[in-house]
């Protein structure tokens, strides 16, 4: 397995969200949700260089509030279909703060389960903000796109 050069050292910025919820579509889909399929529901098309890598850079940006915001980083762990850790960096966001991402998958009934731990934060306003932020892009954005996707696959 190869290992992280440089993972950061997030110590002195303890600051931590975790959300958890279940998705109605089985690990491999969230998987590829969240790195070839991440411009359909994150990153604005077309604007995303990702390959799920360690230590693969990684940029994409999103558009909201009349401008761009591009969003930096490298991947950290790799396990295909159960885990992706990668650093987070956005201007506004983090406040260029290099933050870690860290998306668990696994099997849970008929569909899956997923925890989304968000670490580094400089302070508990910017964690919350990006706990709001998580909880709305995975309710709202997320699992509409896992619905279609499996839609689409049991052709419903």
Do not use: K
Request: hydrophobic share 35%; with cysteine.
């Amino acid at each position: 397995m190869t290992e992280p050069i440089c993972p950061p050292d997030l110590s002195a910025r303890p600051h931590e969200l975790v959300v958890e919820r279940t998705f109605p579509a089985p690990p491999p889909v969230l998987f590829h949700a969240w790195t070839a399929g991440f411009d359909r529901w994150f990153a604005e098309p077309g604007a995303m260089v990702l390959t799920p890598e360690v230590n693969a850079p990684y940029f994409f940006e999103t558009f909201h509030d009349g401008r761009r915001h591009p969003h930096y980083g490298r991947f950290l762990g790799v396990e295909r279909d159960r885990l992706l850790v990668l650093t987070w960096v956005n201007e506004a966001g983090t406040r260029g703060h290099e933050t870690v991402l860290r998306v668990e998958l696994w099997p849970d009934g008929d569909g899956s389960a997923q925890r989304l731990t968000h670490s580094g934060f400089p302070d508990d306003e910017t964690r919350a903000g990006h706990e709001s932020a998580w909880r709305d892009l995975l309710e709202r954005r997320l699992l509409p796109v896992v619905a279609e996707r499996i839609g689409n696959r049991f052709g419903g």
